[in-house]
């Protein structure tokens, strides 16, 4: 089964026969090509910056897009992502508008030196080492109405995470071999 196919299954399964929604949160910074596919194809989205924005910001921006299964975006976004760090998939039943203002609130962080950072948590190269290593407190608010992340390894393979009881749960990494 091609690598698309196996993310696409993993992203949809359970979905369609409950009250979850299926978003991605995807970066602008590292799919050039987004921003033009988002005023294209125009699925359902938030830019998760806030305000009007420079043109060179907006084209950098992280996005959280509700995929619709057979939207012309989902197809396009399973055809074109492969190996690409382009962002993370949520399973959650909140709408789009409460989801846009959940993750908001985790775009900045203070640093060791006190400065504010931004925190990349949609690059799945950070979200799992993120989740792995919060204390469990933090990542029950992380979570908040998600109940699933699905995302990229760096090792390759996909893997979902879910959080149960203050306890972090890991699915088991699909490989792509």
């Keep these: ?3 698309q196919a ?14 979850t929604q299926i978003y991605a949160i995807l970066d602008g910074a590292a799919c050039e090509e987004l921003l033009q596919k988002i ?10 910056f806030a305000g009007e924005l420079e043109p ?22 399973f055809e074109s992502i492969g190996k690409n760090p382009w962002g993370i998939f949520i399973k959650a039943s909140a709408t789009l508008r ?17 400065k504010q950072l ?3 948590f949609y690059d799945p190269r950070v979200l799992p080492m993120f989740l792995r290593s919060s204390p469990s407190a933090q990542v ?3 979570f908040g109405p998600v109940t699933e992340f699905v995302c990229r390894l760096e090792a390759g393979g996909v ?5 149960r009881k203050g306890e972090l749960i890991e699915g088991v990494p699909h490989s792509f071999d």
């Design 1 to 3: 089964m091609k690598q």
């Design 56 to 77: 060179d910001v907006e084209e950098v921006a992280p996005y959280l897009i509700l995929l619709e299964e057979e939207h012309d975006f989902t197809r396009w976004l």
């Design 39 to 48: 005023d294209e194809l125009s699925p359902p989205h938030y830019c998760l």
């Design 140 to 142: 029950t608010q992380f």
């Design 98 to 114: 409460e989801m846009r203002k959940h993750f908001r609130q985790f775009l900045m962080v203070k640093g060791p030196d006190g």
């Design 118 to 120: 931004y925190m990349r």
């Design 6 to 19: 196996i993310m696409r299954k993993l992203v949809f399964t359970e979905s369609s026969q409950t009250t």
């Design 159 to 163: 893997s979902g995470f879910r959080h």
